[in-house]
């Protein structure tokens, strides 16, 4: 049975790979660089993304580069996953659904020392895919009303580098450093009374970012964690195409022109996180987070960003008095709950999102190396003139391998 679920894994996680240019579409990614991605390793999916204070085992902490100083010696871990999701969009007048499979990050780690580790990861950090049509919005200062027409692709991937070190038995300090890259495909249509306006651009991003973490272990069964993403400016150039569309007659104002656009900025976020062990059974996780959107001092034209706090609470189930000889007794379950009160504002009203989530942990042979599976159900905006709600199923996949490395065989 462990070797079919190991197999299954693999196909299943192959085919969601194959499908990592259906990246998940959101109205709301019409902002920025997109909606910002959630690209969880391990089991962090199913305890409601909870997990700055977890010093894991058997899957790499993508929350907290300092759980890397915990990593077991001579272990090499390699974690991948996928997602599908199904999407229900509703506005005041109509509803539509979606459904969509993505890749979700591939990543590995190792021990560099006794007290050090080190990882690499490759995951999205914004999916910008959306279609908007004949939407009606007022124009500035005057009582007339234009139509807009929105389609658009891309967003920015996530390539860091983390490494941790463990200065005593009980505190641990990480750094890591992602390269931040993509583009954005963005094709508008304006149509005011007779008049219609096509512009299409494309405007490319990279740019660095520093995260600095910390972990301290109050005893066998309490641990706190710190995290902080550095404040950073993403440099972006753009090339675009302006046609104009009056009594039948085309205009072509720009071709290919570049053009100036303003930069992309990331807010200083800071994370507490605290995780407590009880009875040898049961793990309790919370996290806070505080994103200063406001100190970027930036807008879109159709809405601002905002500061955002999110919370998120998880608990994970494994009785460690059990025989582990039967399978059964080595499955781990999960639950958990995130609210973040979201980082856009349109015309006065927040896109918070909210959602609950289950899971498992199904170990593969005699190792740490896992499947994890979990279910969300989230709900993001609200049914309101503007704005649309919608309501999401999630199922992710992740694959925890783990190999043991410069060990010599005692019995050849």
């Known amino acids: 049975m462990k070797n ?30 997109g909606s910002l991605y959630d690209s969880d390793f391990g089991a962090i999916p199913s ?4 997990g700055i204070a977890l010093t894991p085992s058997n899957f790499i902490n993508n929350l907290n580069p300092a759980s890397l100083g915990f990593m077991p010696l001579n272990h090499f871990m390699l974690d991948v996953g996928g997602k599908a999701i199904a999407t229900t969009y509703q506005s005041s007048s109509k509803s539509e659904k979606r459904n969509n499979f ?24 914004s999916s910008a895919s959306y279609k908007i049509s004949d939407l009606k919005l007022p124009i500035l200062d005057s009582n007339e009303s234009y139509y807009l027409t929105a389609g658009g692709t891309g967003g920015l991937n996530n390539f860091d580098f983390s490494y941790g070190y463990r200065f005593t038995d009980k505190f641990t300090l990480g750094i890591s450093t992602a390269l931040l890259f993509g583009n954005v495909d963005d094709n508008r249509t304006f149509t005011i009374l007779n ?3 096509n512009i299409h651009k494309k405007t490319d991003y990279n740019g660095f970012r520093a995260t600095i973490g910390s972990q301290y272990k109050i005893d066998s069964t309490f641990t706190i964690g710190t995290t902080i ?23 072509v104002i720009e071709s290919n022109t570049p ?19 009880f009875k040898k059974a049961l793990t309790v996780n919370f996290d806070y987070q505080k994103s200063l959107w406001n100190d970027t001092r930036q807008s879109d034209l159709y809405g601002d960003f905002v500061n955002q706090d999110r919370f998120a609470l998880g608990f994970a189930y494994l009785d460690e008095k059990s025989n582990f000889r039967k399978y ?21 009203k927040r896109v918070n999102n909210a959602s609950v989530s289950v899971g498992i942990n199904l170990p593969i042979e005699n190792s740490l190396s896992s499947l994890n599976i979990s279910y969300s159900y989230g709900q993001k905006g609200r ?10 199923h999630k199922l992710s996949l992740n694959l925890s391998l783990d190999g043991i490395w410069f060990v010599k065989r005692k019995i050849e």
């Open 4 to 33: 079919k679920i190991f197999f299954l894994s693999c196909f299943i996680l192959l085919s969601l790979t194959s499908f990592s240019q259906s990246i998940s579409s959101s109205p709301y990614s019409l902002y920025g660089v």
């Open 259 to 277: 053009s100036d656009v303003d930069d992309y900025y990331m807010p200083l976020e800071i994370g507490v996180g605290i995780s407590k062990k």
């Open 195 to 197: 008049s219609i306006t």
């Open 229 to 251: 993403k550095l404040p950073t400016q993403i440099k972006s150039s753009k090339v675009q195409t302006v046609e104009t569309v009056a009594d039948e007659v085309l205009s």
């Open 328 to 348: 059964w007794d080595r499955i781990q379950y999960f639950a958990g709950a995130n609210f973040d009160t979201g980082y856009l504002e349109i015309d006065g």
């Open 47 to 50: 305890m409601g993304s909870s």
């Open 383 to 392: 049914i309101s003139e503007g704005l649309i709600k919608e309501n999401y």
């Open 102 to 125: 993505q890749f979700s990050h591939f990543a590995f780690a190792f021990p560099v020392t006794k007290k050090s580790g080190f990882s690499v990861s490759l995951r999205p950090y």
